[in-house]
């Protein structure tokens, strides 16, 4: 497969907590990641605008991604909460709402989602939604999905590699980026399997 790797946010715009900075934890993930997916027989492509401004960043991004001929697209992301008890990994699939109330899910997205919450919500264990469809009913009208889930062409999901206002996340995701890697890459391996 061809797989284009999105490094969340601009450099220091995104989450901060207990000395790591959300653009650099993800671009340290994806530099672990992008030779194991080369491994595996991936073509790997590490997309990245780290001095635009977000806004500037997602639509530059995007168009990477659709202009790429990729086969999926992973965005590598950290959360942050007001709380430190928050914890644990998720992904995000897109989900499109219809006029009579029904929606529909992006398939390879979901499947993707749910391959790799496994292995990394095993390591990363908290939250009790792992596979998160967005947008969620709670959205408002016209606020819809996460820009890189709804805009780009092939199935992508938004990876939110724990939180980095946690300690024990941010322990992990400081001293063991590699092993957060490995995990989203079984959990390619495992999508790639089933497809």
Same mark, same amino acid.
Do not use: W
């Given at each position: 497969?061809?797989?284009?790797?999105?490094?969340?946010?601009?450099?220091?715009?995104?989450?901060?907590?207990?000395?790591?900075?959300?653009?650099?934890?993800?671009?340290?993930?994806?530099?672990?990641?992008?030779?194991?997916?080369?491994?595996?027989?991936?073509?790997?492509?590490? /997309?990245?605008?780290?001095?635009?401004?977000?806004?500037?960043?997602?639509?530059?991004?995007?168009?990477?991604?659709?202009?790429?001929?990729?086969?999926?697209? /992973?965005?590598?992301?950290?959360?942050?909460?007001?709380?430190?008890?928050?914890?644990?990994?998720?992904?995000?699939?897109?989900?499109?709402?219809?006029?009579? &109330?029904?929606?529909?899910?992006?398939?390879? &997205?979901?499947?993707?989602?749910?391959?790799?919450?496994?292995?990394?919500?095993?390591?990363?264990?908290?939250?009790?939604?792992?596979?998160?469809?967005?947008?969620?009913?709670?959205?408002?009208?016209?606020?819809?999905?996460?820009?890189?889930?709804?805009?780009?062409?092939?199935?992508?999901?938004?990876?939110?590699?724990?939180?980095?206002?946690?300690?024990?996340?941010?322990?992990?995701?400081?001293?063991?980026?590699?092993?957060?890697?490995?995990? /989203?890459?079984? &959990?390619?391996?495992?999508?790639?399997?089933?497809?």
């Amino acid at each position: 497969m061809n797989i284009a790797l999105d490094i969340g946010h601009a450099n220091n715009t995104g989450s901060r907590g207990n000395g790591l900075e959300e653009h650099a934890t993800a671009m340290t993930i994806a530099n672990h990641l992008a030779p194991m997916l080369s491994a595996q027989g991936h073509t790997v492509t590490i /997309i990245d605008f780290p001095r635009l401004d977000n806004d500037d960043d997602l639509a530059a991004t995007v168009k990477a991604i659709n202009a790429g001929g990729f086969d999926i697209s /992973i965005s590598l992301h950290c959360d942050s909460a007001g709380s430190a008890t928050a914890c644990g990994a998720h992904v995000c699939h897109h989900r499109n709402y219809h006029s009579d &109330g029904s929606y529909t899910d992006s398939a390879r &997205g979901k499947a993707l989602a749910k391959a790799i919450a496994g292995p990394l919500c095993k390591l990363m264990p908290g939250r009790a939604d792992h596979v998160q469809a967005r947008p969620d009913r709670s959205c408002k009208p016209n606020k819809t999905s996460l820009y890189v889930l709804r805009n780009t062409i092939p199935p992508a999901v938004l990876v939110e590699c724990g939180f980095l206002s946690n300690p024990g996340d941010a322990s992990l995701l400081r001293d063991t980026p590699g092993a957060i890697a490995r995990a /989203i890459a079984q &959990g390619v391996d495992s999508y790639t399997l089933n497809q």
